[in-house]
């Protein structure tokens, strides 16, 4: 099965960068999407194929990749940016799949 | 804008079934399909199937394939997820999302509110 590893947590305090990884095999042939989820709530999409932003979608909120490594990037972060970030990616072979997950923690 | 909406959160006992139901509106059902995602407490979101919205084909991941039946009500449109020979741990919250895959769409940007299905004896 594919597999995306993120760091299990994040901590950032008000006005700084928070940084993201997202690792998977040959995940550089993929495209990378992004989703927000906060407590109780469905997951929001916030970045779409690798660095696009749905509309709505703060421009503080960038995507990124390179080599087997994607990067979700929340600048000048907010208390309203606290949240769990899943990664997910289309593998031909597992269809649909995501990241285990980032808890982004305002501190 | 897009609204799909489940139904209610259930209790099951071990070895039983449940069906999960998602209404969709403000979009032509029959245009896209409905994929069905679960999450465990703790956990990231799993993709447990898909379905088509137009003929009700459907495709799902090994782990759930004898287990799951997804069907599609068209005039109502309305998706419906049924679970059997449940265990302890399918015990998570069930979404359904609309799928775009047919226009080369690889990822989620509607979801339902999710439905909490607990199993416990």
């Known amino acids: 099965s594919y597999v995306l590893t993120q760091p299990p947590s994040v901590p950032v305090a008000p006005g700084e960068t928070a940084t993201i990884t997202c690792g998977g095999n040959?995940?550089?042939?993929?495209?990378v999407h992004w989703y927000q989820q906060k407590p109780g709530q469905a997951p929001v999409l916030v970045v779409y194929?690798?660095?696009d932003r749905p509309s709505g979608i703060p421009e503080r909120f960038s995507g990124s990749k390179s080599g087997n490594t994607a990067t979700l990037t929340i600048s000048r972060v907010e208390a309203g940016d606290e949240a769990d970030y899943y990664c997910?990616?289309?593998?031909?072979?597992?269809?649909?799949?995501f990241g285990s997950g980032t808890k982004v923690t305002v501190v | 804008q897009i609204h799909l909406l489940q139904s209610g959160a259930e209790v099951k006992k071990p070895g039983a079934s449940v069906k999960v139901s998602c209404r969709a509106s403000?979009?032509?059902?029959?245009?896209?399909?409905i994929s069905w995602m679960r999450q465990a407490p703790g956990e990231g979101p799993e993709w447990m199937g898909w379905?088509?919205?137009?003929?009700?084909?459907?495709n799902s991941a090994q782990k759930f394939q004898e287990r799951v039946r997804l069907t599609v009500d068209t005039p109502t449109s309305t998706a419906y997820m049924e679970l059997r020979s449940l265990r302890s741990d399918d015990t998570a919250v069930y979404y359904c999302?609309?799928?775009?895959?047919?226009?080369?769409?690889?990822?989620?940007?509607?979801w339902g509110q999710g439905t909490l299905v607990t199993v416990s004896s």
């Open positions: 403000n979009y032509s059902f029959k245009s896209f399909g």
């Open positions: 194929d690798d660095s």
């Open positions: 999302a609309r799928d775009a895959y047919d226009y080369g769409v690889r990822y989620f940007a509607s």
């Open positions: 997910q990616v289309w593998d031909n072979n597992n269809y649909y799949v």
């Open positions: 040959n995940i550089g042939s993929k495209s």
């Open positions: 379905i088509s919205g137009n003929n009700g084909d459907t």
